[in-house]
């Protein structure tokens, strides 16, 4: 089965969709159709923002129907399933702070709810910076390209993330989607030690270290 995600976030598409829009925007002349690529730019971003608000709610929707469930059982004296409540518990990564010294491992504890919450929460930001970014570009620099290029893409990239694609497209959370999700870049230039790490090993340490400050 051809596994249509993983190429459409492969940065082999992202440089041949750049170039493709490039050689379409000199044939369409965009620059005579400036005002239109606004508008179409700023209702795509704002149907973005607003697909992400139904992701959350759709996330908090789901965890209370869990609730509920789970209540039910415990009426009926039967098995309790946890799934969205279910605590996830691993280890963040030293990262680098701006003043290029390194921040400590942490120990984090979240239920699956709040993590997933929290991912789309990040998605947002990026998407306001990135709308930033254009609006820089545009107006700044005079480049009209990014107005078409991110109109079709900011969708794509949407609805390829994990949170939609486990939440609107109901996939299930074993691979590149089991949480807490791995760091990814470009053609998969991430170094190991930059991961969430979920062994008992890591976990132990990262108590250790706490239980020590």
Known sequence: ??????????PYFSIGSFIFFQQLSKVLSLDHHIRTLRIVYLTVQLA???LNYLLILQIKKKNGKLILDNFKRVINNSQI?????????YVEPAAQ????????ERLITISVMDYDIAEVNKTIKQSAFGILFVAFIHFKM???????????????TFFTTKEARIHFWKSPTTGDLRR???IEAPFGLVNEK????????????????MKAE
């Open 142 to 156: 005079g480049y009209v390209q990014p107005l078409l290029v991110q109109s079709i893409l900011g969708l794509k």
């Open 97 to 104: 702070s701006w003043d290029g010294s390194e921040q400590p």
């Open 81 to 89: 399933k946890y799934t969205d409540q279910t605590m996830l518990k």
């Open 1 to 10: 089965m051809v596994d249509y995600i993983k190429h459409l976030n492969s």
């Open 180 to 182: 807490p999700f791995r």
């Open 48 to 50: 973005i923002f607003a």
């Open 194 to 209: 930059k991961q969430p790490r979920t062994d008992k090993g890591s976990i132990k340490k990262a108590e250790k270290a």
